[in-house]
């Protein structure tokens, strides 16, 4: 009787023992490899490829490829993380960077982990900014950002992929200065993002030659393409052209009799408005524009103004062509190019915008897009730093700051 029930517990044991056995195997789901390519390894190198061409779902495929192979794989989790930020999904993505934390053995998969911390707030932050949140003095992004940065370089002073992140990080707050000495140390230690660091170093260096002013002058600087309502809040704002035509243009005085009553209800009713921008956050600067009246900033026969409408450099060019008659008096200006040939390739001197354009490049204000063909690009679109860098130029010239 003791002996059948020492062979019970034996018994029990031994099943107990093969059921923990199968409960971690199942846990644990590693996957075997299928070739020569299929490890963690190569799947996170994929992965990261992906993750820069913005391919994220694909990317994220890759990842998880990799964590099928080994679970404890820190980059697989980092990479996971900026998947997930591409994704906009930053809870998971911020999730999936503290597995990194935790499973990183290596001083090279912590700097990993440290970077894509940068990365993920940097994201986090520029969507915020779109999507119009109210989110302009939260700064504790940044102070991550910037201790992120100070414990990479403490493990790998050599690596340029930390100076770039944070260099993206400070263009993000608007920081121009330190955004391009960040990127200026990319182009010194010359490993990786050498390219991308060189073409955001002229990007920063062109803003500010710029100048901008205001908070709205930064951002906007920061657009591949300028909207309407874009150009509405730069000439509003930073060209200041309601002060520019009040001190330019000769005053005139109505001394005509004008019944007090009628007078006192007409007040205010003089500020012109357009049916789709009553939500826009730049309302203010386009219906300041449709007061003063910019060729090619108008209300259309439907009553729209198009705030989202993008702007090509033809367009810009009749518009500070328009600015610059107004300002001097010289009415002359809008037909001292008819008749001549164009010294531009792609430019024909019959086109409606002709003379705007050469208005414009005759003073230094707008140049050709591409300097080797001597092309102009009237229907590219105009970068935000372009449109700023225009603005200061016709301050110079019209020696008004």
């Excluded at 809008?334 to 086109?351: E, H, K, M, V």
Aim: charged residues 25%; aromatic residues 8%.
């Amino acid at each position: 009787m003791v002996c059948r029930a020492k062979m019970n517990r034996s018994l029990f044991v031994i099943v107990l023992f093969a059921a923990v056995l199968s409960v971690v195997a199942c846990g644990t789901k590693v996957r075997q490899p299928e070739s020569a390519l299929d490890t963690p390894e190569h799947h996170v190198f994929t992965g990261m490829k992906l993750v820069d061409q913005e391919k994220y779902a694909d990317a994220e495929r890759e990842f998880q490829l990799a964590l099928e192979l080994n679970e404890k794989y820190s980059k697989a989790y980092t990479g996971m993380g900026l998947a997930k930020a591409g994704l906009q999904n930053y809870i998971a993505a911020f999730e999936q960077l503290d597995k990194a934390w935790g499973t990183a053995k290596t001083d090279e998969e912590r700097l990993a982990v440290h970077i894509g911390y940068i990365r993920v707030n940097t994201q986090s932050k520029q969507a915020c900014m779109k999507i119009g949140v109210d989110c302009e003095q939260d700064t504790s992004w940044l102070k991550k950002c910037e201790s992120s940065y100070q414990d990479a370089v403490k493990l790998d002073p050599s690596s340029s992929s930390a100076p770039y992140f944070m260099g993206l990080a400070y263009k993000t707050a608007l920081e121009y200065g330190k955004a391009g000495a960040m990127f200026s140390k990319v182009l010194e230690i010359r490993k990786d993002y050498v390219s991308q660091a060189n073409a955001q170093w002229n990007l920063v260096q062109k803003i500010q030659r710029a100048m901008p002013g205001t908070v709205t002058g930064k951002k906007i600087a920061l657009l591949e393409s300028i909207s309407r309502a874009d150009a509405a809040a730069l000439f509003m704002e930073e060209l200041k052209i309601d002060v520019l035509y009040k001190k330019r243009t000769p005053k005139t005085f109505d001394t005509s009799f004008k019944d007090p009553e009628k007078a006192a209800r007409s007040v205010g009713t003089d500020r012109l408005t357009a049916k789709d921008i009553a939500n826009h956050p730049l309302k203010a600067d386009i219906e300041g524009i449709l007061t003063i009246g910019v060729r090619g900033l108008e209300i259309n026969p439907q009553g729209n103004f198009e705030p989202a409408g993008a702007l090509n450099r033809a367009e810009y060019a009749l518009m500070i062509e328009d600015i610059l008659i107004k300002v001097t008096g010289d009415n002359a200006l809008a037909t001292r190019f008819i008749g001549s040939t164009s010294p531009f390739p792609d430019l024909r001197s019959d086109l409606p915008y002709f003379n705007a354009v050469m208005v414009v490049t005759s003073r230094g204000i707008m140049e050709a897009m591409d300097i080797t063909t001597g092309e102009f690009a009237p229907l590219k679109p105009v970068p935000g730093a372009d449109a700023l860098l225009m603005i200061r130029k016709i301050k110079e010239e019209l020696k008004f700051d």
